[in-house]
């Protein structure tokens, strides 16, 4: 079984940080896996945000997010981080972690373009106040 479980959400002011947590349960990050952050703010569509292929820790961000983001994964952890810089009343939403073992990176792109997984974590709120 396949569990994915975000932490590190809450509430700041704007400008200010968060590191978000992705532990991934029954899928080794230290083989080919793809993992991808969005967030859903109310009323708005998902948003996709960044991906990582774990294997080799290539990341790829959204250019709506590229300057404040960084993804990264630690595979002792097993887990996949998204650190948020800078941070804007607008960026407040839950934002969700999703995996998928794939065979190749050009399959991680394609997945995260679609949202494609077959896992996805519960989510972790983020709000930001002006």
């Known amino acids: 079984q396949v569990l994915l479980m975000e932490s590190g959400g809450g509430s700041v002011p704007a400008g200010g940080s968060l590191t978000l947590s992705c532990s991934v349960v029954?899928?080794?990050?230290?083989?080919?896996?793809?993992v991808g952050w969005y967030r859903q703010a109310p009323g708005k569509e998902r948003e996709k945000l960044a991906r990582?292929?774990?294997?080799?820790?290539?990341?790829y961000y959204a250019d709506s997010v590229r300057e404040r983001v960084i993804i990264s994964r630690d595979i002792s952890k097993n887990s996949i981080y998204l650190r948020m810089n800078n941070l804007r009343p607008e960026d407040t939403a839950e934002y969700t972690c999703a995996a998928k073992s794939v065979s190749q990176i050009g399959q991680c792109a394609i997945a995260w373009g679609r949202a494609d997984f077959p896992y996805w974590g519960q989510g972790t709120q983020v709000t930001v106040s002006s």
């Open positions: 990582i292929y774990t294997s080799i820790g290539a990341p």
């Open positions: 029954g899928l080794d990050i230290a083989n080919k896996v793809c």
